[in-house]
């Protein structure tokens, strides 16, 4: 079985500050309302167009879920 996005952010937690996946890894897990069971695009990219949070930019978004469909 596939792990979540989630999961796989979590992979990041903690790194650089300076690490824009870092910030946005520990972004997610501050936020409540992820969706931290989600494997679809789709849905995650609609919570992250409505989120519009400056730590969860949608072109870092892009390339964690790039590197998160080469992973598993």
Known sequence: MRRS????LMTH????????????????????EFPKTETSFDPLS????????PDMPSATFDKLWEEYMETD
């Open 13 to 32: 937690r903690g790194g650089p500050k300076g690490d824009p996946r870092s910030r946005f890894a520990d972004a997610a897990f501050l936020d409540h």
């Open 5 to 8: 996005f989630y999961q796989y």
């Open 46 to 53: 609609r919570y992250m167009e409505e989120r519009a949070d």
